[in-house]
């Protein structure tokens, strides 16, 4: 596992979908944003492109559950989501 993988341990959820989020840090990953030029056969995106994510809103952002959000609302909660995950990794020294 990479460092930028083992930092997401016990994290706050970055997400933090209302209604969705579990706030349990103890469920917590690191979830990949996946786009068609970053994720497919072969090709899994980098570790930098990924939040801190309890399990319910990793499995939102992912399709897994139903929602009742837009595909545009779901992706404005991983672009706020992966500036406070790499806000948390730049104070981690990790970015």
Known sequence: ???LRNSARDEE???RILAVCNYDPATT???HIRRPWNAGVGLKP???E???ACSACHDLADRRRPSVLSRA???SHLLDGLMKTHRRMREKGLL
């Open 29 to 31: 990953v690191l979830a």
């Open 13 to 15: 959820c970055t997400l």
């Open 73 to 75: 609302e779901i992706d």
């Open 50 to 52: 990924a939040v801190y």
């Open 1 to 3: 596992m990479t460092k």
């Open 46 to 48: 980098r570790d930098d």
